[in-house]
């Protein structure tokens, strides 16, 4: 029985189309003109697309069964395992709430997946999917209610990456190019990494960072928020999700706000973390703490930096899971200016990570929130067919 207007469940193979992408995941490169959907959490560049429609991009294949899932109107292209889906008659069923429909399923499309060290998504399993069905007008409006959330989300997104792209840039500018505040004034001399400003040195990274190892304990720590590898993102300092340490095996240790977390699996996955607050991770992240407050924001902008990821990717050791050890990325030498100089950096770019911070905490918010609402509006228990809500003109029409 369910409290919204009358509905119904049909299966996605009478609704939908089903098609897949052709492209190698080696497609994606960095600065591609199209969106590149694989069957990762995150959506790569590429320079072709194959596609020009709304449609719900399922990944079609992980190794743990989760399946990302994605929505996307215009050019784009896929990965040969990823399922581009679209509705077969717009007064039935819209794209935008099959994307919103499907999410409350993806658990349960985990369980019932196939394969053993690879989890796969048949075509049978996604034809034989039941989901509900409201008349086309509620589903319009699930959809506007949905999308405003995410419409936030997308916005604090956007102002992190600048924010964090201006204090890049700012890095690269002082301290890689050596165009700093007074740059002209100094002379430059040599040194085993070229040349840099005469009152810099040369400064091994384990010079600047400590390695933290505080142990985990189950009796005192088990509420706090976890950040483990899986759930970094890549190049970004902001933290998106966190899980419980229930959920790990290995071993858990501790982190504080304004630790840097640097995942060392794979290093050229570009995933390192601002901590916003105390939580656990494990030990495939090295948990690394400035030694003076003065280079905290100097801190995670240099291991953030492409330059350092390329670093620890040609350091790392191992073939198929390459591992950067923290004895060798203690080694780095990085050119150190004067304490007055990073001081102004700090104080520059403090704000900046403070607001990432800040932002990122939002977005959690407003995704629990989005979180509570979706498999309510979708099954009925919160009745909307009687409120008038607008609904955006790409959804009206």
């Known amino acids: 029985m369910f409290c919204g207007s009358h509905r119904t469940t049909s299966k996605l193979g009478a609704l939908i189309s089903i098609r897949t992408g052709k492209l190698n995941s080696n497609a994606a490169i960095e600065d591609g003109a199209y969106p590149f959907f694989t069957c990762s959490r995150e959506v790569f560049r590429t320079g072709t697309y194959s596609f020009d429609c709304e449609a719900v991009l399922l990944a079609g294949n992980n190794a743990a069964g989760v399946y990302p899932l994605h929505y996307f109107s215009g050019k784009f292209d896929a990965y040969q395992r990823t399922y581009v889906l679209e509705t077969l008659n717009a007064e039935t069923l819209l794209n935008r709430y099959l994307y919103y429909a499907l999410q409350p399923k993806l658990e349960l499309l985990r369980s019932i997946s196939t394969g053993a060290a690879t989890k796969f998504l048949t075509l049978t399993i996604l034809r034989d999917l039941e989901i509900h069905l409201p008349p086309v007008a509620e589903q319009r409006k699930i959809a506007a209610i949905l999308s405003a959330y995410d419409g936030l989300i997308e916005n604090n997104l956007r102002r992190i990456k600048i924010l964090e792209e201006m204090a890049q840039n700012l890095y690269r500018e002082w301290f890689v190019k050596f165009r700093f505040p007074g740059h002209g004034q100094a002379r430059m001399i040599d040194s085993p990494c070229g040349k840099i400003p005469e009152k810099w040195a040369l400064t091994p990274l384990g010079k600047i960072a400590s390695l933290r190892k505080d142990k985990f304990d189950e009796r005192l720590n088990a509420e706090l928020p976890l950040l483990d590898l899986a759930k970094m993102r890549s190049r970004t300092l902001m933290v998106a999700e966190t899980g419980t340490p229930a959920e790990l095996t290995t071993s858990r240790i501790l982190f504080q706000e304004d630790d840097i977390l640097f995942g060392s699996i794979r290093p050229y ?129």
Request: aromatic residues 4%.
């Open 269 to 397: 996955l570009h995933k390192v973390a601002l901590a916003p607050f105390q939580g656990v991770t494990n030990v495939s992240v090295l948990v690394l703490r400035p030694t003076a407050e003065f280079l905290r924001s100097f801190l995670a902008v240099l291991l953030s930096s492409e330059d350092t990821i390329r670093w620890a990717d040609k350091h790392s050791t191992g073939t198929k899971m390459p591992v950067i050890k923290w004895e060798a990325l203690a080694s780095m030498l990085v050119p150190m200016p004067p304490p007055n100089l990073l001081n102004v950096f700090e104080a520059s770019v403090q704000p900046m990570l403070q607001t990432v911070k800040t932002a990122s905490s939002r977005n959690r918010n407003l995704r629990r929130t989005r979180d509570l609402l979706l498999p309510k509006l979708i099954s009925g228990e919160l009745d909307i067919s009687e409120l008038d809500i607008a609904v955006p003109e790409e959804q009206a029409a």
